[in-house]
């Protein structure tokens, strides 16, 4: 069988997690890399040994040299100016990393572009792919969790990160390089949203110089359902710690994942609670690859394709742009 090319936009820490792993699957071969120095496009190629690959720091010459069957998005939100669209026009296939931008317009504009093309999409949420968060997907689409009712989720760290994460103009904040996990989940798993407040602060990060995002947020989700949702993102909590969990309860259901992984599932439809657990055991990046890759072999839709990516922008946009019109940060 003839292998798929890859090539990669970006070269830094989710480009070798998702090359290393692309690394061992039989069916592709990475043969492109462009990063802003070409010294960081060759490291990535030589540390994982890509024998057959080039390195590039123009992403318009990597288009025109290399004949591209898929291109990983690995870049900073703000660095995303109209290579997917290119890469799109080409009828390259296309995984980008979340988020796929920061403002609602550019996000609808790759959206646009992929739909007109046609090409497999899929985006970097990984943790759908977690046995737990898709076993609670299938019990609420078919009823058997009942009525929707709370979900409550939180992200906490401590890190200063990249330069680029700390700025607003680059990043977009905490709640779009991290937190947007888990409103990806709560829309995922509750569906559409019909109203968002939220608060959003710096408070621990005032005096570091270039810190300019915020290191609190707090959201409150009204969802079309009915059901209801809060959930808290912080920057100022244990260093080198990153705890993500999330409550959701329905009408015979209540599950609680930790860390997203391990999930307990406790079902109280009866007089007796049942309790079931899900063990993370799977390397949920590999998941997404793998199902990425299948898509694209089997001309399908991937299981998160770029429209999935928009929605998480268009909530988190309201809620910050609610906390604007109250004269918050």
């Known amino acids: 069988m003839q292998k798929l090319n890859v090539g990669f936009l970006g070269a830094g820490e989710m480009a070798r997690i998702h090359a290393g792993i692309l690394r061992d699957m039989a069916e592709v071969e990475i043969t492109a890399v462009t990063s802003r120095h070409q010294s960081s496009a060759a490291d990535l190629i030589n540390s994982l040994g890509f024998e057959n690959a080039a390195a590039y720091t123009d992403f318009d010459q990597?288009?025109?040299?290399?004949?591209?069957?898929?291109l990983y998005i690995c870049l900073p939100p703000a660095a995303h100016q109209g290579q997917l669209e290119k890469a799109?026009?080409?009828g390259i296939h296309i995984f980008i990393e979340k988020p796929i931008a920061i403002n609602e317009k550019k996000a609808e504009e790759m959206l646009k572009a992929v739909q007109e093309t046609g090409v497999v999409s899929q985006v970097g949420y990984h943790y759908r792919f977690a046995k737990g968060i898709q076993k609670l997907k299938k019990?609420?689409?078919?009823?058997?969790?009942?009525?929707?009712?709370?979900?409550?989720?939180?992200?906490?760290c401590n890190s200063l990160h990249s330069n680029w994460w700390r700025q607003l103009e680059k990043s977009g904040g905490q709640i779009y390089e991290q937190v947007i996990h888990l409103y990806d989940l709560a829309l995922h798993l509750f569906g559409d949203y019909q109203s968002a407040e939220g608060m959003l602060a710096n408070l621990c990060h005032q005096e570091t110089e270039g810190y300019t995002i915020e290191d609190n947020s707090l959201s409150l989700i009204q969802f079309k359902s009915g059901a209801m949702g809060s959930i808290a993102g912080s920057n100022c909590a244990v260093p080198g710690s990153w705890k993500k969990a999330l409550t959701v309860i329905c009408e015979n259901l209540t599950v609680e994942f930790e860390n997203i992984?391990?999930?307990v599932f406790q079902y109280h439809q009866e007089e007796e609670v049942e309790t079931e657990v899900f063990e993370g055991r799977e390397d949920l990046y590999y998941r997404e690859n793998r199902d990425f890759i299948d898509a694209v072999i089997e001309k399908r839709e991937a299981r998160v394709p770029i429209s999935e990516g928009l929605k998480a922008i268009k909530l988190i946009t309201?809620?910050?742009?609610?906390?604007?019109?109250?004269g918050n940060y």
């Open 139 to 156: 019990l609420i689409d078919s009823g058997q969790a009942g009525r929707t009712a709370l979900l409550q989720g939180y992200y906490f």
């Open 261 to 263: 992984e391990k999930a």
């Open 88 to 90: 799109a026009r080409k």
């Open 62 to 70: 990597m288009l025109a040299e290399k004949d591209l069957d898929l």
């Open 318 to 326: 309201e809620i910050k742009e609610n906390n604007k019109k109250r």
